[in-house]
């Protein structure tokens, strides 16, 4: 059995993806003020997951003009990613709408649910002794098609992983 630890870090990004996180918070006026997950503490992969987050709006974004006409709201997109020195692997594990009440000047709460938990096959090979982490953005689709998402808030989590004491 894989098992899975968080560790509360302010943030995981770093060098260019950083500051891209940076511009587009400055940008947005946007920004994930709180970031919790249930369970707490070690747990199988495979567990129910919740995850729960506060959005800090201080300006409401002005996307006319910049979102395309296919698409919907904004979305909330929650990943696990696995990242070792040979692979990375990002798994969608859940998605939602924002409303488009929650993009107003103020504090919101989002929730999303994985009943399921991070499925194996989000491992690569040979990342069960690793870190991963647990990805959490607001986007919105942008171009004509719809192709382009823009990150107008996200928080990060390193997940550490490794194997449940039993050695599965």
């Not at 959005?55 to 974004?61: C, K, M, N, Q, S």
């Not at 939602?96 to 991070?118: M, R, T």
Request: net charge negative.
């Amino acid at each position: 059995e894989v098992r899975c630890t968080a560790r509360a870090m302010a943030a995981v990004a770093e060098g260019a993806e950083a500051a891209s996180s940076k511009r587009a918070r400055e940008a947005s006026g946007m920004e994930v003020t709180r970031f919790e997950i249930d369970p707490v503490g070690e747990c199988a992969l495979e567990a129910p997951l919740r995850v729960r987050a506060i959005l800090r709006v201080a300006t409401a974004p002005d996307l006319d003009g910049e979102v395309s006409a296919a698409a919907a709201a904004p979305m909330w997109r929650l990943r696990f990613v696995a990242d070792v020195a040979y692979a990375r692997q990002a798994t969608a594990l859940a998605e939602a709408p924002c409303a488009p009440s929650s993009l107003a000047p103020g504090e919101h709460a989002v929730e999303l649910l994985v009943p399921e938990g991070v499925p194996e096959a989000a491992l690569p090979r040979g990342a069960e002794e690793s870190l991963a982490v647990l990805e959490l953005t607001l986007e919105v689709a942008v171009g004509p098609t719809a192709a382009e998402r823009h990150e107008l808030a996200a928080a990060r989590l390193v997940v550490d992983v490794r194997r449940g004491r039993d050695g599965r």
